[in-house]
């Protein structure tokens, strides 16, 4: 990994963005060092569509953004969040943690559900996506972003939570609820990933060097793909395409480098850090929302097809993880893939709120 010629790179960035942009020069400034001397290659060339700055600059979310302010690991970080509460409080508050390839611009739907509800939703973006800081050095575990979101919540005075998790937030959410059982009130999983050891199943490594070319070449029709075949189950709606549109726009930003940087040191830690062997130690009810068409696996591309075809079977793994949580209910959605909650909104939410009722406001 080079960082050799970051400063001009980096001021050259800035001010292409500053041109056609309305967000402060100082903001981008601040995350948009470059990871690599490689400014641009031909995939950006052959993906148009909105550009976004390295902290999502430009997109917009479907509340106001606050941002949190911390020192970690000797770097200011800055980590943005909406709060948003409800007109008639039930007086409890969901924490909604995001996946790899979403932000929490993407639990939009579920955010109003909720308040409409009467809980006071909290979702933030985790240091190293979408509009929070992205540093060029820090060592990513999840203890590490379960101490931030701690630290997030205290700020915010919230003491006690249900800690709702889907994709790699469904791994967050396991490694903060078994950090902090008292400050979980429920937890639940929204088809997480980490329910299986891709490693000890053979899943060759990848370096954070071979991850980091990899998602340099990520475009918009690279997603989309993806997407179809694995969290929609081959389907496609008008309506996915902003959240493509969303992922994609960082990289054809100024910050690409930086961006697909820190997105390569998250694979790492997804793929050296599975919680699949203590999900017994979980003592809060915990609810999970499981779509069985979702067949997501990290390194799955890269394994061999004896392991792809043993990988990735949520029926089998939702089922599991049910029985090794003590505390578990599970809900299967037949038809659904690997976002249940953007595929059959009125679905998923049902069954989210059924769940939540069933946990008694004090524990």
């Known amino acids: 990994m080079s960082f050799r010629r970051p400063a001009l790179l980096a001021l050259l960035s800035v001010c292409a963005y500053a041109a056609v942009s309305t967000v402060p020069a100082v903001s981008v400034a601040r995350a948009a060092t470059p990871a690599s001397a490689a400014a641009t290659d031909a995939s950006a060339v052959d993906d148009p569509g909105p550009a976004y700055g390295p ?15 911390f020192t970690s690991q000797g770097v200011p970080l800055s980590m943005a969040y909406m709060d948003v509460k ?4 039930n007086g409890r508050t969901v924490v909604l943690l995001h996946g790899k390839n979403f932000c929490s611009a993407t639990w939009d739907a579920t955010i109003h559900r909720l308040n ?9 973006d985790q240091i190293g996506f979408c509009k929070s800081s992205k540093p060029e050095h820090y060592q990513y575990s999840f203890q590490q972003l379960a101490r931030n979101t701690h630290a997030l919540l205290e700020s915010l005075g919230v003491s006690d939570a249900t800690v709702v998790g889907h994709s790699t937030g469904g791994m967050l959410a396991i490694r903060y609820a078994l950090m902090y059982p008292h400050a979980t009130q429920q937890l639940v999983l929204v088809n997480p990933i980490g329910l299986e050891d891709w490693k000890a199943k053979g899943v060759p490594s990848l370096s954070v060097d071979e991850w980091y ?20 189950a081959g389907q496609w709606r008008a309506d996915y ?5 969303m ?17 390569a040191l998250l694979y790492d830690m997804i793929y050296t850090q599975p919680v ?3 999900l017994g130690q979980l003592t809060m009810p915990t609810l999970l929302l499981i779509g069985q068409k979702d067949t997501t696996a990290i390194g ?11 990988i990735g079977h949520y029926p089998e793994l939702g089922r599991a993880a049910a029985k090794a949580i003590p505390h578990a209910t599970l809900v299967e959605f037949a038809g659904l893939g690997h976002a249940p909650q953007m595929q059959d909104p009125d679905a998923f939410h049902k069954a989210l709120l059924e769940g939540l009722a069933a946990v008694p406001t004090n524990r």
Do not use: C
């Open 55 to 69: 902290e999502l600059q430009g997109f917009n979310y479907p509340a106001p953004v606050q941002r949190f302010e």
């Open 247 to 263: 992922l994609a726009g960082m990289y054809r930003g100024p910050g690409k480098q930086i961006v697909a940087w820190n997105s």
């Open 213 to 232: 070319q990899r998602e340099l070449k990520t475009t918009a029709d690279g997603i989309r793909r993806y997407e179809q075949s694995t969290y929609y």
């Open 116 to 124: 409409d509800a009467g809980y006071r939703v909290i979702a933030p």
């Open 300 to 310: 799955k591309d890269a394994a061999p097809p004896a392991v792809r075809a043993k």
């Open 276 to 278: 699949v062997y203590e």
């Open 86 to 89: 409800p007109a008639h409080p």
């Open 241 to 245: 395409e902003p959240w493509v549109q």
